[in-house]
């Protein structure tokens, strides 16, 4: 614990410099207008500004990102609960409730103990974040090739639950065609070209900032311009007058228990693979109602039902950053798009991060305090005006965004190759979210898919051919045990889904 604070102080330090508190302030008000704009995600907003970031020094580069983040998580509040219009996924839930109360006149309040909630589970969850990232980076500093190796399967087969039971083999085939697509270009080990046809310029491989910017950035253009049901604000519609800014003491008392429970639920839903903010919000809110002594008002303008969703999405985003930085894991699209700003800047996270860039991720650590108080002042006095944007750039925002994906992906390496692959992959990323298929599989397998071949290739050299040696590192056989339980479970759900599907229809037909 000693240790952790004295590193978090290194991290504070690293923060002096004035570029880097602008870059937080700058990451923050971003992101709050991602979260305010309807249709617009968080990881579409980072895959935009990863060839801007190309280049730049990383600290500050990161500060920038992680306050997009936790800025997006603040920023759906306001539409939700003025408008009743969520900016983002994790904050639907805070509708039932937040707009319910600004039609009783009380919306102030509701933005107020959304604020306020958002700053604690915010807070509570990087503090537990700086507890548990030094003791499993010290762990995982003992990882060889074997363990490597396991680590990145079992980060494949937890990539299989991100789109939950009902889509196994959807993620499925979105995993294998990440790998498919990371095995082109020229074999690090033999030279030898894979999947080029003869093409020079896919012997250097699929670069991943255009996969990332046409699977989530320009993909989501494409679709919000082709969308029928899209939200139209007009004048009257943006009008928000608050009566108070803040709950009365007697309210934030009242949320206070709600408002630990869910940071901590949150965060801990933010480190299990595949459950992400939204999840974690569903979660809270449904664990606040069941407990509740008036569980009949829930739906009715509860605050309690806003603040426990608010809290929630903020706690997890704090432990989303866990398994990202410890281990490599990314746990949501959202992280895996920050993996490959980290992989941008030349920085691999995982078991080494903590020890070869302790300046690193302890300022990045130590910038999200800062964000967050920067956050809770922000969302408190700018609401208005957040309204007011909403209103003007709800026609010309996605044009644009579609420009900046267009000139960031060309400014990277100035190819035009890598805007066919950009608007290739933007075709696959429409086509998968018309779908119903996971994006986010394909894009953590096109960033990792060398990795975990390398590390492959490099355990078969460790152990002289003889991969089964591998199963008498204790550490490589708990990471398989545990893959093969999460692969079977998965399977499990999905088999129990798809009967109870077949029943549903049976049952059906014998009505009709």
């Known amino acids: ?24 302030l700058l990451g923050c008000l971003m992101g709050t207008l991602v979260g305010v704009l309807p249709g617009f995600g968080t990881a579409a907003a980072i895959a935009v500004l990863l060839p ?28 939700s609960v003025a408008l009743n219009v969520p900016g983002e996924g994790a904050s639907v839930v805070t509708t039932f409730d937040g707009y319910q109360m600004t039609k009783q006149g009380r919306g102030g309040a509701a933005m107020g103990i959304a604020a306020i909630g ?8 990087l503090i537990l974040l700086t507890i548990a990232g030094t003791p499993l980076a010290s762990a995982a500093l003992a990882f060889g090739p074997p363990e490597y190796f396991a680590l990145y399967m079992f980060t494949f087969i937890a990539i299989l639950t991100l789109g939950g039971g009902n889509s196994f083999l959807k993620s499925a085939v ?60 007009k004048k009257g519609d943006a009008k928000f007058t608050l009566k108070e800014i803040f709950p009365t003491m007697k309210e934030f008392i009242q949320c206070l228990p709600t408002i630990i429970r869910a940071s901590f639920l949150g965060f801990f839903c933010g480190v299990l693979p595949g459950v992400g903010a939204t999840i974690s919000t569903f979660v809270s809110y449904s664990v606040e109602r069941r407990f509740a002594k008036d569980r009949d008002t829930f739906g009715k303008g509860n605050i309690k039902g806003v603040a426990a969703p608010e809290t929630a999405n903020n706690a997890c985003a704090s432990g989303h950053y866990v398994p990202l930085l410890a281990l490599g894991i990314p746990r949501s699209a959202t992280s895996a798009v920050i993996l490959s700003a980290f992989v941008l800047l030349g920085i691999q996270p995982g078991p080494r991060l903590f020890a070869e860039h302790p300046d690193i991720v302890w300022g990045l650590i130590a910038s999200m305090y800062i964000g967050n108080v920067i956050l809770l002042i922000m969302n408190t006095l700018f609401i208005p005006f957040f309204i007011w944007l909403l209103r003007l750039c709800q026609n010309t925002m996605p044009f644009v965004v579609a420009t900046l994906c267009l000139i960031g992906t060309y400014s990277v390496n ?23 298929v996971p994006v986010a599989p394909l894009v953590i397998a096109v960033i990792l898919g060398n990795e975990l071949e390398f590390s492959f290739r ?26 093969f339980v999460m692969l079977i479970m998965q399977v499990r759900r999905s088999y129990l889904n798809y009967k109870g599907k077949e029943v549903m229809n049976l049952t059906s037909d014998g009505l009709n």
């Open 174 to 233: 979105s995993l294998f065609l990440g790998l498919l697509i990371s095995t082109i270009g020229i074999d690090a080990m033999t030279g030898t070209p894979r999947l080029t046809f003869g093409t020079l310029s896919l012997q250097a491989g699929i670069d991943f900032i255009p996969a990332v910017v046409g699977l989530f950035g320009l993909s989501e253009i494409i679709l919000t311009l082709t969308e029928k049901d899209t939200v139209v604000l």
């Open 52 to 79: 801007i970031v190309y280049g730049k020094d990383p600290l500050t580069s990161l500060v920038m990102l992680a306050g997009i983040l936790a800025g997006a998580m603040f920023g759906g509040t306001i539409t």
């Open 458 to 483: 490099q355990t078969l050299q460790y152990e002289q051919g003889s991969f089964y040696l591998s199963f008498m590192r204790p550490l490589t056989v708990v990471l398989y045990i545990a893959s």
């Open 118 to 125: 958002s700053f604690i589970g915010g807070t509570i969850g």
């Open 414 to 436: 100035y190819s035009i190759i890598d805007i066919f692959v950009m608007l290739a992959f933007s075709g696959i990323g429409v086509l998968f979210k018309k779908l119903d």
């Open 1 to 24: 614990m000693l240790d952790a604070l004295s590193m978090l102080g290194m991290g504070f330090a690293q923060l002096m410099d004035p570029m880097i508190w602008f870059m937080c």
